[in-house]
Each structure stands twice: as C-alpha cells, then as structure tokens.
C-alpha cells in the first residue's frame, strides 16, 4: 500500500518556482510530522522543512529559510513545499516524510526518525 505520494517536480531555469505536493493516500498521518527532505547524488539525505499535521510547528533547514515554504491542507490530506529562487543546487530528489515528532514536539532535522517516505520527485535546475 501507498501512502505518501510526491508530484511537482520538474526542471526550472535558475531563479524560478516549482511546487512540490506530498498526498497522504490509503491512510492519513494524524498527529505526524511531515517533513521534505532532499538527496542530490553522491550526497547524503539533508532536511529541508518539516510541518506538523495540523499545520504548525514549521521548521526551516537555513538552505530553505526565506525561499521556500512548507504548508498542509488538511481538507486534501496534502502537503506542499512551495520553493522560489532556485538555485543549481538545489538540484536533487526530494522525498516526503512522516514520523514522530520528537521531544520538543517538532519534526525532526534527523531523517531515521521519520518511518514513512514517499518515492521522491526529482528537481533539476539549470544555470
């Protein structure tokens, strides 16, 4: 079974947006935190954002802050991540996420704590 489904990425110029979308399909994540991660090749998986379920408790990675932004819908059971001024580093494939929030009620920086990833979606961007 399914249960978290990205859509949205695609390849941009420098500078422009893509949107993101994470669909919780087959069961909803009540009380989870949902995070976007991203891994480009030959590197390790890094934080992106994470929001919790109701739609608060929004964390920014500092390569995020000020460029992307991270919301839910709960009426579509969908999270986004919205990201504006793309840069070729960001080139990479990003993946949705749920777990646990963790002591400070937050999601996680830490990718091992999130039990339940989507398939990912690449995003190219070229200079």
């Known amino acids: 079974q399914v249960h978290l489904v990205e859509s949205g990425g695609g390849s941009v110029q420098a500078g422009g947006s893509l949107r993101l979308s994470c669909a919780e399909v087959?069961?909803?994540?009540?009380?989870?935190?949902l995070g976007w991660f991203r891994q480009a090749p030959g590197k390790e998986r890094e934080f992106v954002a994470t929001?919790?379920?109701?739609?608060?408790?929004?964390r920014y990675a500092a390569l995020a802050k000020g460029r992307f932004t991270i919301s839910r819908d709960p009426a579509k059971n969908t999270m986004y991540l919205q990201m504006n001024s793309l840069k070729p580093e960001d080139t990479a494939v990003y993946s949705c996420?749920?777990?646990?929030?963790?002591?400070?009620?937050?999601?996680?920086?830490?990718?091992?704590?999130?039990?339940?990833w989507g398939q990912g979606t690449q995003v190219t961007v070229s200079s």
């Open positions: 087959g069961r909803f994540f009540s009380g989870f935190a």
């Open positions: 996420a749920a777990g646990l929030p963790d002591y400070t009620g937050y999601g996680s920086y830490d990718p091992r704590q999130y039990e339940h």
């Open positions: 929001i919790f379920w109701d739609g608060g408790r929004i």
